[in-house]
């Protein structure tokens, strides 16, 4: 770290990933952003491992390039299939959504079964499930692959994303799973599908937004890399700045993300990363 105010780079495959942003934001306002959206190749929930990890470390050396201090990978794809080799080529610390996530459904849990929703490729790699089973707790992975169109269409509140729900998770939460007592939202796109899913899931099923729980360890990672000294009391009051990096338009990337951020967005470039 060398300023005290640190610029914290938060990658995704696209718009989904500004959830995260959007709990960072609340959690740690005295920080800036810098957010890179790979929205020309998006979707990475139905990609191969080697191309995830490659497009990822691509992304993150970009953020990189661009002054971040610390990596937040927003995406739980990414995540799940490339943490690793991400980490590995990264000079700066890297935070993932997956052991954040696990940890706080293991807060959580009475019942010590946990049911988690992703992407195919989230729920192919078994991330969750390790790290869920490291922490001596059951878990079942449900692939619900509808739901990510769904909410890029703004459907967060239409009968037939309920429907579709419905079915997933009548699936997820059935035999040995009945009594699952946590749904943990693997996909950056769930949380603002939440109102709904609170309805279509058991009564007695608590739901784990992965981006809060991110939000909570990258404050902590950084408590640990910058005690924050009285002496900065005025620089830490101003707004955060927020700059944003797309691959594929510029005015979608504004339309779209408004949606998941909460607040318009300004300051948005375009980047050609080279296949
Ligand atoms: N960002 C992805 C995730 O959280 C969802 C969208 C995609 O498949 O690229 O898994």
Redesign the pocket.
Same mark, same amino acid.
């Given at each position: 770290m060398t300023t005290r105010r640190p610029t914290i780079g938060v990658f995704? @495959? #696209?718009f %989904?990933?500004l959830t995260v942003l959007k709990a960072l934001l609340e959690l740690i306002p005295d920080a800036d952003y810098l957010y890179f959206g790979d929205t020309a190749r998006?979707?990475? %929930? @139905?990609k191969s491992v080697e191309t995830v990890a490659r497009y990822a470390v691509e992304a993150a050396h970009y953020l990189e390039g661009h002054g971040a201090e610390l990596l937040v990978i927003a995406?739980?794809?990414a995540t799940a299939l490339a943490l690793d080799r991400i980490t590995a080529s990264a000079h700066v610390p890297v935070v993932g959504v997956v052991e954040p996530g696990a940890a706080a459904a293991a807060s959580v849990t009475k019942n010590k079964k946990i049911v988690v929703i #992703?992407?195919e490729a989230?729920v192919s790699s078994h991330a969750y499930r390790k790290a869920l089973e490291a922490r001596s707790l059951d878990a079942r992975e449900k692939a619900c692959p509808l739901l990510?169109p769904m909410v890029e269409e703004g459907w967060v509140e239409h009968p037939v994303t309920e429907q579709v729900a419905r079915i997933y998770l009548g699936e997820a939460f059935a035999e040995g799973f009945v009594d699952a007592d946590v749904l943990v939202l693997g996909?950056?796109?769930y949380p603002l599908l939440k109102p709904l899913l609170h309805r279509v899931a058991p009564p007695h099923v608590s739901i784990v937004d992965s981006a809060e729980s991110t939000a909570r360890a990258v404050a902590a990672r950084l408590q640990a890399l910058l005690p924050p000294p009285p002496a900065v009391r005025e620089e830490r009051r101003a707004l955060p700045r927020l700059k944003f990096f797309a691959t594929d338009s510029v005015d979608k990337f504004r339309r779209l993300g408004e949606r998941f951020l909460g607040h318009p967005i300004e300051d948005v470039q375009h980047v050609d990363l080279k296949e």
């Amino acid at each position: 770290m060398t300023t005290r105010r640190p610029t914290i780079g938060v990658f995704d @495959s #696209g718009f %989904g990933g500004l959830t995260v942003l959007k709990a960072l934001l609340e959690l740690i306002p005295d920080a800036d952003y810098l957010y890179f959206g790979d929205t020309a190749r998006l979707p990475y %929930g @139905s990609k191969s491992v080697e191309t995830v990890a490659r497009y990822a470390v691509e992304a993150a050396h970009y953020l990189e390039g661009h002054g971040a201090e610390l990596l937040v990978i927003a995406c739980n794809t990414a995540t799940a299939l490339a943490l690793d080799r991400i980490t590995a080529s990264a000079h700066v610390p890297v935070v993932g959504v997956v052991e954040p996530g696990a940890a706080a459904a293991a807060s959580v849990t009475k019942n010590k079964k946990i049911v988690v929703i #992703g992407t195919e490729a989230t729920v192919s790699s078994h991330a969750y499930r390790k790290a869920l089973e490291a922490r001596s707790l059951d878990a079942r992975e449900k692939a619900c692959p509808l739901l990510v169109p769904m909410v890029e269409e703004g459907w967060v509140e239409h009968p037939v994303t309920e429907q579709v729900a419905r079915i997933y998770l009548g699936e997820a939460f059935a035999e040995g799973f009945v009594d699952a007592d946590v749904l943990v939202l693997g996909c950056t796109h769930y949380p603002l599908l939440k109102p709904l899913l609170h309805r279509v899931a058991p009564p007695h099923v608590s739901i784990v937004d992965s981006a809060e729980s991110t939000a909570r360890a990258v404050a902590a990672r950084l408590q640990a890399l910058l005690p924050p000294p009285p002496a900065v009391r005025e620089e830490r009051r101003a707004l955060p700045r927020l700059k944003f990096f797309a691959t594929d338009s510029v005015d979608k990337f504004r339309r779209l993300g408004e949606r998941f951020l909460g607040h318009p967005i300004e300051d948005v470039q375009h980047v050609d990363l080279k296949e």
